[in-house]
């Protein structure tokens, strides 16, 4: 078992910063890889950036790049998202996803599917 909790979620103006965590408890030595995933309201949940555990390889949607860095702490047990130049179309639940299984989620990380464990979510609001 894995638990996840995300934090850093608010409400900040378009063109600022946030810094989101996702901390892993329980069995984090079985993580392959950690996403983060968005969903905005009346929309379906989307691929943020994603990271591998073992190397920090990470992996962003087209959306983001750019203007966010995802980074993981292996002692603390910890994946953050750093946002930066925020603008109002980034208002949305962040989630954090932990996939156990390697081959699959270097192959398939901007697939909700393959994670097998999920935080409850941090609110992200960009407006001024």
């Known amino acids: 078992q894995v638990q996840l909790v995300e934090s850093g979620g608010g409400l900040v103006q378009p063109g600022g910063s946030l810094r989101l965590s996702c901390a892993a408890s329980?069995?984090?030595?079985?993580?392959?890889?950690v996403g983060w995933f968005r969903q905005a309201p009346g929309k379906e949940r989307e691929f943020v950036a994603a990271?591998?555990?073992?190397?920090?390889?990470?992996y962003y949607g087209d959306h983001v790049k750019g203007r966010f860095t995802v980074s993981r702490d292996i002692p603390k047990n910890t994946v953050d998202l750093q946002m930066n130049s925020l603008r109002p179309e980034d208002t949305a639940i962040y989630y954090c996803?932990?996939?156990?299984?390697?081959?699959?989620?270097?192959?398939?990380?901007?697939?909700?599917?393959?994670?097998?464990?999920w935080g409850q979510g941090t609110q992200v609001t960009v407006s001024s």
């Open positions: 996803g932990a996939d156990l299984a390697p081959y699959t989620f270097s192959r398939a990380y901007t697939r909700q599917s393959i994670y097998d464990y």
């Open positions: 329980g069995r984090t030595f079985s993580i392959a890889g």
């Open positions: 990271i591998t555990w073992s190397n920090g390889i990470t």
